[in-house]
């Protein structure tokens, strides 16, 4: 094999590790989400490096299912969750 070849294998499999290792040790954070929105209430759980990120996924996700239109989901993504409940992390 020539030199770069084994240059291009060494760095897609460096760039796969990180991206492993990475993935494995994101989430410190996990919620669960439970959002009050005209009329119908939806939960979900998120799990992230941060406690907001961890609550801004899981009540994006909860208005997802619940609203359509860019307006309605920014409605719906600054009312104050009906219950926040935080679980350990796996």
């Known amino acids: 094999m020539n030199k770069t070849v084994l240059i291009g294998v060494a760095f897609v499999l460096a760039v796969l590790a990180v991206l492993i290792y990475s993935s494995m040790h994101v989430a410190q ?3 669960e989400v439970c959002v009050n929105f005209q ?3 939806e939960c979900r759980t998120a799990s992230a490096d941060t406690q907001d990120h961890a609550l801004r996924s899981a009540q994006s996700n909860a208005c997802a ?5 860019v307006t309605e989901t920014m409605q719906c993504e600054r009312v104050d969750p009906a219950s926040v409940k935080w679980l350990q992390s796996r």
């Open 65 to 69: 299912l619940m609203v359509s239109g």
């Open 29 to 31: 954070y996990r919620v």
């Open 39 to 41: 009329g119908r209430t």
